[in-house]
């Protein structure tokens, strides 16, 4: 079983290796932009570059401005190299770094060399993921105790058979010094041998780690139905940790399809915004000519005359779908001039340029990016006659503008041009390559306002974190107005009251605060606008610091060191560069923020799982190990042998981790506090703390190092214990009072009469355990068979385990050293089993999920020699401490 849950493993991370490496990409073939796999790629195609992006084949450059090239992954060498006409070759597999360009695809497949590198390469997925170490520890120590009893119960047993105290069934002394030949005393040594490894057998939870494998296959399995790729096993665990998440809102809150639905020119709103009529000339060919060059899309007009195809990023379509219901010819406004040098659109400055050549000695430098920042640089705007004119007195009238349009949740681009001289523009290559565009004095031409309506679910996706106490934050390029009014629509903001800093924040202000004082606002953080890459990564640092599991979206190059830094870092698969993939743990394929609120369900659900075998599989380790050793040592002999065990031990650890690991989530799992980094060693009321402290300052991020998150609660300790005195009563009453019980036939011999014995200690210990497996799926409530319907492999591997063990009684006696029972023995066996269902309180013990929350009222905890800690529930006090000196924290 196990050699083919492996085989199934290493075929699922196959499956999931290939789909992430099916890169989906622009080319131009024919001279129509289409998008296809990057396996799909052929020579001749010709291929668009920009930041973020993975060269996807051999190939040399066509044209390209500021292109540098990260070659680390085939030469080694971490230098950027700059691509031009003289270096224009470019290897698969390297990253763009800078710059935008379209390269010719010469070599693919294993003809580059990317691909004979990878040929001799196989990716490693042999990790293990912190759970998985965790519990082989477990394991580790739980077969230790096994194993020392198992020596010490050969130790007795040994010397009870030499000092004549084993007797068989008949009565007789098994060994008698000087007449027991030596290959009975062997034999007898032998059988007491086999009693003791059949202890170790039990004792030792080798399934612990399989249950952890199987759970995170089958979630990673799911997950991909629910549009996740995880790419690092140990993410799946770690998101059911999360306790907030980061998001982007371009295409994850948002549709991510943009229409231009305002539109301000000439210091007139353009009312519809495609009415060209209303636009002067010459304003309408500055902002057709900067709309056509500075961009990395492209307009395609099919030859039948049919609708115009128009490719790029969601902005980049909007802006150019404006301009062509404008009138703009496309490739005819493209070639009116001539692209001197570019500086494409940075995350940092917001905004990209173009200087075009325009006849002989023009030059036309173009700008467009956030409205407010490009307004900031310009000095005049051409009024709706085509008259220069000073921006001075009419700039409050454009600024209400912004705001009106960012109120509505559009995002808001402006569009602006400064004329030049062709004498100031530098003339050779080299110099040209480091030239920086002029920025300032430019002309306002138009600002549009983009219209990127919330995702259909988002609402309900925010209200389930917020239930399930994972907080959500909005941290986006968006002009803070826009920020604001999307989160209000999506629930990230409760109302207009909550919209006040330091809830809601600018970058740039969060930038200038020292660490010590972003750590401060950082928790009340709620919606960062104008948020630079650097700024998310700043924000993800002070977050960790103060204890929380932080998740990051992101889908741009310059995300990759937030989304590494993040304890689960997801990028965008629609419109994540492959940078951010490849930092990323989790992709989401289709860029939507209630996929990532699936995610924390599945993760939530893995822990459960574990949580559910470990109760199951220690509950039958308990009451086999006892009543074999209780057994032993008293009788010499054990009522559950060595085969008998072997198919226990298959149910517990193959068919009990197969069945439990795949329970899928429920909608119970968003109900309650998140794991995260808990600040508790087992719950606070089974605590015995030891510490001498002369004074202890406490912050969030101190105390983990001091309290850990228990893997098996106070509530599972109490089913397992009282299962496991069930179990072990019932099982010692049958193997001791079997006479007094007097079920079997009286005409029986004592030999068949023991084996009846045996065989019905055997059927009630299976029947106990599976009727254990339904107690199991529900740890803390009643009704353990809701929902049970809805898994059909549990369903399948329940009923499985019962008719095999109706086949090894009925049938397979001589194997398994058993004998066949009546109705009335079956029907006893069936008892028992189903009185071992729950009779424990479905109510879960009071237990402290947050100590952090007390910092926020007190910041110093000062204790000597704590020895005890309770709890007061009726004043909401946390005691910690006892004798001299007691601490109380608020809860």
């Known amino acids: 079983m196990q050699a083919v849950s492996d085989y199934r493993q290493s075929l699922q991370f196959k499956n999931l290796n290939a789909e992430k490496q099916n890169i989906q990409l622009e080319v131009t073939r024919g001279g129509r932009t289409i998008k296809l796999s990057i396996f799909d790629i052929v020579v001749g195609d010709v291929v668009p570059l920009k930041i973020g992006d993975q060269v996807p084949a051999d190939g040399v450059l066509i044209t390209g401005h500021s292109l540098a090239i990260d070659e680390s992954s085939m030469t080694g060498e971490s230098k950027i190299v700059q691509k031009d006409h003289k270096a224009p070759f470019l290897m698969s597999g390297c990253k763009v770094a800078d710059g935008v360009g379209t390269m010719l695809v010469t070599g693919v497949g294993i003809n580059t060399e990317w691909g004979l590198l990878m040929a001799s390469i196989s990716e490693d997925n042999g990790e293990e993921t912190p759970l998985q170490v965790r519990l082989n520890g477990v394991a580790t120590f739980v077969g230790i105790v096994g194993l020392t009893v198992a020596v010490s119960v050969l130790a007795v047993l040994l010397g009870r058979y030499f000092s004549g105290n084993t007797k ?203 409205a407010e920042i490009v307004l900031g640089a310009c000095t005049q705007y051409l009024d709706s006659n085509g008259q220069l004119q000073s921006i001075e007195k009419d700039k409050v009238f454009f600024t209400e503008a912004i705001e009106d349009m960012a109120v509505q949740s559009l995002r808001c681009v402006a569009i602006a041009y400064r004329p030049y001289e062709l004498d100031k523009v530098p003339s050779k290559q080299e110099d040209l390559d480091k030239w920086s565009l002029p920025e300032q004095e430019l002309i306002l031409l138009a600002i549009v306002g983009i219209k990127d309506p919330c995702r259909p679910g988002v609402k309900e996706a925010v209200r389930l974190c917020s239930q399930a106490g994972v907080k959500v934050r909005m941290v986006t390029g968006d002009n803070l107005n826009t920020a604001k009014a999307i989160a209000l629509e999506c629930g990230i903001l409760s109302s207009k009251e909550e919209a006040v800093e330091p809830n809601i924040i600018e970058g740039k202000t969060f930038r200038e605060l020292s660490e010590i004082e972003r750590e401060q606002v950082a928790k009340k953080i709620t919606v960062m606008g104008r948020s630079s890459p650097n700024d998310k990564l700043l924000l993800v640092q002070a977050l960790r610091k103060l204890g929380e599991v932080v998740a990051v979206t992101g889908d741009g190059t310059n995300d990759a060191p937030a989304l590494h830094e993040a304890d689960i870092g997801l990028s965008m698969g629609i419109q994540g560069t492959e940078v951010a993939k490849e930092s990323s743990d989790i992709i989401i394929l289709d860029d939507n923020f209630a996929s990532v609120v699936k995610v924390v369900r599945w993760g939530r659900s893995v822990y459960a799982n574990i949580q559910k075998f470990i109760q199951f599989q220690l509950t039958v380790n308990v ?100 299962q496991a005195v069930y179990q072990v009563t019932i099982l010692l009453i049958l193997n001791f009072g079997w006479q007094s019980i007097n079920l079997g036939d009286d005409q029986d011999s004592k030999s068949h009469s023991l084996q009846v014995k045996n065989t019905l ?3 009630t210990f299976v029947l106990c355990q599976i009727f254990n497996e339904f107690n199991a799926r529900k740890i803390d409530q009643m009704n353990v068979f809701k929902g049970v319907t809805k898994n059909r492999l549990f369903m399948g591997i329940v009923g499985m385990t019962f008719v095999l063990q109706i086949l090894i009684i009925e049938f397979l006696g001589k194997f398994t050293s058993t004998v066949r029972l009546d109705w009335k023995l079956w029907l006893f066996s069936l008892g028992i089993g189903i009185i071992s269902w729950k009779t424990n309180s479905s109510s879960e013990n009071t237990m402290v999920t947050d100590l952090k929350e007390a910092y926020q009222t007190t910041q110093e905890v000062s204790y000597y020699c704590c020895c005890a800690t309770t709890i007061d529930t009726r004043e909401n006090w946390l005691v910690i401490g006892g004798g001299k000196k007691k601490s109380k924290i608020y809860i």
């Open 761 to 763: 200690i055997f059927n």
């Open 623 to 722: 009451a086999a190990l006892v009543i074999n050793v209780v057994a032993a040592v008293s009788a010499g002999e054990v009522p559950l042998n060595a085969v008998q065990l072997l198919w226990v031990n298959l149910i517990m650890d193959t068919l009990g981790a197969l069945a439990l690991a795949t329970e899928p989530p429920t909608d119970s799992l968003m109900r309650r506090s998140p794991v995260g980094r808990r600040f508790v060693l087992l719950h606070l009321d089974l605590i015995s703390a030891f510490y001498h402290v002369s004074r202890l300052n406490f912050t969030p991020c101190a105390l983990p190092r001091f309290f850990r998150e228990s893997l098996i609660t106070n509530v599972m300790w109490r089913n397992l214990v009282i």
């Open 168 to 370: 068989d069934v008949d009565g007789q002394v098994q060994f008698v010094a000087g007449k027991t030949s030596i290959s009975d005393a062997v034999d007898g040594v032998i059988k007491l041998f086999t009693i003791a490894v059949t202890i170790v057998v039990v004792a030792v939870p080798e399934g612990l780690p399989l249950a952890v494998t199987l759970t995170l296959a089958f979630s990673m399995r799911k997950m991909m139905a629910d549009k996740a790729l995880v790419r690092r096993l140990s993410a799946c665990e770690t998101m059911g940790s999360a306790t907030t998440i980061c998001s982007d809102k371009t295409g994850t809150l948002t549709l991510n399809q943009m229409t231009v639905v305002e539109a301000y020119a000439g210091r007139k709103k353009q009312d519809p915004p495609d009415d060209s009529s209303k636009l002067h000339p010459e304003v309408l060919s500055l902002i057709n000519e900067g709309i056509a060059q500075n961009t990395t899309g492209n307009v395609f007009v099919p030859k039948d005359g049919g609708e115009a195809e128009i490719s790029g990023s969601p902005t980049e379509k909007a802006i150019l779908s404006w301009a062509v219901k404008l009138g703009m010819n496309f490739d005819l406004t493209r070639s009116n001039s001539t692209v001197l040098h570019v500086f494409p659109f940075n995350s940092e400055k917001k905004r990209g340029g173009v200087a075009l050549k325009m006849g002989v000695s023009g030059v036309h430098i173009h700008w467009k990016g956030a």
